[in-house]
T-cell receptor, first 112, second 111 residues
Framework: SQTIHQWPATLVQPVGSPLSLECTVE??????LYWYRQAAGRGLQLLFY??????ISSEVPQNLSASRPQDRQFILSSKKLLLSDSGFYLC???????????FGPGTRLTVL | GESVGLHLPTLSVQEGDNSIINCAYS??????FIWYKQESGKGPQFIID?????DKRQGQRVTVLLNKTVKHLSLQIAATQPGDSAVYFC??????????FGSGTRLQVQP
């Protein structure tokens, strides 16, 4: 069966510090991978998606970036965090139309 | 489409009652829809899905209804239980590469 992992689970970082969040998927190959952000009490905002290694599409302009160095690994990064980057970051994978998009457990990021 | 900036509406029901959560979608070309449940501090979990060639699909205690004429999707939960308390999101397939999520509805079940 397929599983999706995210780490760390929680993170507290100062403004201006770098960020690296990791997402890995097991039990599937060549999935579409996604990064979402969710502010407290709000909906999901799609940040990036990737349909293959090295292929990244950005949905919103921001100081975050994403990379996909391996088929089942998706990384969210920032060189300098802003206060507004605080939120709940969710990774998801999807095999395509008709199959459900599955979410990881999330990383709660607090920028102070 | 996506309404990320809005605070979540809340639906409050009594335990044992049926719940109906509604969602409007904007793209008439959407052909696949999913309902997710998200508990506090956790990632969204799949509940039920439906393709656009159907207007109703049933699961265990849940039913999804799709009205393509008015671009409306609903989730019905029978005999709502305290464990059903969560935020519920609908999502639609646009562009075959990404889902677009609704803003979500918070369901509160009163004992």
């Amino acid at each position: 069966s397929q599983t999706i992992h995210q780490w760390p689970a929680t993170l507290v970082q100062p403004v201006g510090s770098p960020l690296s969040l990791e997402c890995t998927v097991e039990g599937t190959s060549n999935p579409n991978l996604y990064w979402y952000r969710q502010a407290a009490g709000r909906g999901l905002q799609l940040l990036f998606y990737s349909v293959g290694i090295g292929q990244i599409s950005s949905e919103v302009p921001q100081n975050l970036s994403a990379s996909r160095p391996q088929d089942r690994q998706f990384i969210l990064s920032s060189k300098k965090l802003l206060l507004s980057d605080s939120g709940f970051y969710l990774c998801a994978w999807w095999q395509g139309l008709g199959d459900t998009q599955y979410f990881g457990p999330g990383t709660r990021l607090t920028v102070l | 489409g996506e309404s990320v900036g809005l605070h979540l509406p809340t639906l409050s029901v009594q335990e044992g009652d049926n719940s109906i959560i509604n969602c409007a979608y904007s793209n008439s070309a959407s052909d696949y829809f999913i309902w997710y449940k998200q508990e506090s501090g956790k990632g969204p979990q799949f509940i039920i899905d439906i393709r656009s060639n159907m207007d109703k699909r049933q699961g265990q205690r849940v039913t999804v209804l799709l009205n393509k004429t008015v671009k409306h999707l609903s989730l019905q939960i029978a005999a709502t239980q305290p464990g059903d308390s969560a935020v519920y999101f609908c999502a639609e397939n646009i562009g075959r590469r990404a889902l677009t999520f609704g803003s979500g509805t918070r369901l509160q079940v009163q004992p």
